[in-house]
């Protein structure tokens, strides 16, 4: 499944974000996101959110969303494995 929600995480970059496929597809566990990526700003990460919710049939409560979360790439999908899984 893991490589699954890194599949769908990087579509869902894509499709929100406008990034090229190149952009998404250099993207590694360590690779910043939050504050390297211009196009992700604050609107960005709700609509990500939502996206993630909707593509990956869970729930995120306000709580869940601290900075961390949009660290780097590793950071999103460790959150997404971790609520697809529970």
């Known amino acids: 499944m893991s490589q699954d929600i890194e599949t769908i995480i990087r579509t869902l970059l894509s499709d929100v974000l406008g990034l090229s496929s190149e952009q998404v597809s250099a993207l590694h566990n360590d690779s910043a996101l939050f ?15 939502t996206e993630l919710e909707d593509r990956l049939d869970i729930t995120i409560d306000d709580d869940e969303v601290d900075g961390e979360l949009f660290t780097t790439f590793g950071s999103l999908v460790g959150f997404a494995e971790t609520k697809g899984a529970a």
């Open 35 to 49: 504050g390297a990526i211009p196009e992700l700003d604050s609107m960005a990460v709700a609509g990500l959110l």
